[in-house]
């Protein structure tokens, strides 16, 4: 049986994936992140815990986490997130920013780029610079 959690693509074939496909993936694995470091953070109740994560996957938050991790993207992943910031994607969500929405997309790409080549190190490191934790020297 095929593992799921732990899919695999070499570079060349995850490159030849449509962008927004991987940022459909980099959603999922972005708000997977989110919702396990809140649970590691003891918010009291179950609304806390749906409101904090709901705060940190929306596109402006995730447009500012952009800004804390371009400094720190290699050529490549940088090239994957303009990649996905350019990306057309026609339907923008209200409570958000057309800039802010490409950025997010950007964002989403690049964690599903890395997810699909297995790179889970490289996500770590990254989403450590994002939630501030220290040591996080991408």
């Not at 074939?13 to 396990?36: F, K």
């Not at 940190?56 to 050529?75: R, S």
């Not at 303009?82 to 490409?102: D, M, T, W």
Request: hydrophobic share 45%; glycine share 8%.
């Amino acid at each position: 049986m095929k593992d799921y959690f732990t899919i695999q693509l070499n570079e060349t074939d995850v490159n030849t994936r449509n962008i927004l496909a991987l940022a459909h993936m980099g959603d999922a694995v972005y708000e997977l992140l989110c919702r396990g470091w809140l649970c590691c953070q003891d918010l009291e109740t179950i609304g806390n815990l749906h409101r904090a994560t709901v705060a940190m996957v929306k596109a402006p938050a995730q447009a500012a986490a952009v800004q804390k991790l371009l400094p720190h993207l290699t050529d490549a992943e940088a090239a994957v997130y303009r990649r996905g910031r350019n990306a057309n994607v026609h339907q923008i969500p209200k409570n958000a920013k057309r800039g802010e929405y490409a950025q997010a997309t950007g964002l989403e790409a690049l964690f599903g780029w890395l997810w699909l080549q297995g790179q889970r190190e490289r996500i770590n490191e990254l989403f450590a610079v994002i939630v501030g934790e220290r040591g996080a020297d991408a």
